[in-house]
């Protein structure tokens, strides 16, 4: 058997950095456009202060928040297919663990399939529980047919220390890095489609 396609959630399924962008000029009027995100650090994209980001981290991850994320409606469809044609899906996050809840509500209310749901500490947040997070190490040793990703680091980790091939979804934090020949940028769900219909 194949091993499960590794999708991750935010900027892949669901259109965080929309909704990150108005929370930002809401909570401190910062007005930002979604190409002056240029890193991957949102302290440094939006411009914020250690106790302004702190805040910012806080209502981000609130359930309201992450229930009122738009889904990529196209991705959905993408995963529902492979899903039909016996492929099996893990849904890959480094939110933090008390998300977990919101963001299985999240996925159910978009009706998103998969087979397995992993949370994984990429980032090494502070505070997160380590009986629902995986460690990157543990998480090393799992095998994947190939993954998509937006976030760089994390790209090059499943490429480099997983032997992952890894699909990029190119967003403005990550265009400034060059490709590693495991990994393939791509610029909407029909261009991953055509490699895996």
């Known amino acids: ?18 909704a990150l962008i108005d929370l930002a000029e809401s909570a401190f009027g910062k007005k930002v456009s ?3 995100l240029k890193s991957f650090d949102l302290k440094v994209s ?31 469809a993408a995963v529902k297919r492979w ?13 933090p663990t008390s998300t977990y809840e919101t963001t299985l509500e999240w996925l159910a209310r978009h009706d998103v399939p998969f087979n397995n ?3 994984v500490n990429k980032y090494a947040r502070p505070g997160m529980d380590e009986t629902i997070a995986l460690p990157l190490q543990t998480f090393s040793e799992m095998k994947f047919q190939f993954a998509i990703e ?3 680091d994390m790209a090059v980790y499943l490429a480099d220390n997983m032997n992952t091939s890894v699909f990029l ?13 495991k990994i393939k940028r791509f610029r909407n769900w029909d261009d991953i489609t055509k490699d895996i219909p």
């Not at 058997?1 to 590794?6: D, K, L, Q, R, T």
């Not at 106790?51 to 959905?76: M, S, T, V, W």
Request: charge should be negative.
């Open 1 to 18: 058997m194949m091993p499960p396609i590794y999708v991750d959630i935010d900027d892949v399924l669901a259109d965080t950095s929309g």
């Open 34 to 36: 979604f190409n002056d």
């Open 46 to 76: 939006f411009d914020l202060t250690q106790k302004e980001y702190e805040h910012f981290l806080n209502l981000a991850h609130q359930p309201d928040e992450i229930l009122g994320l738009e889904p990529y409606r196209d991705a959905i």
């Open 83 to 95: 899903i039909a044609s016996g492929h099996e899906i893990c849904i890959v996050t480094g939110r």
């Open 117 to 119: 749901f992993i949370m």
């Open 150 to 152: 937006d976030a760089y």
């Open 169 to 181: 979804y190119d967003r403005p934090w990550n265009r400034t890095f060059n490709r590693n020949m």
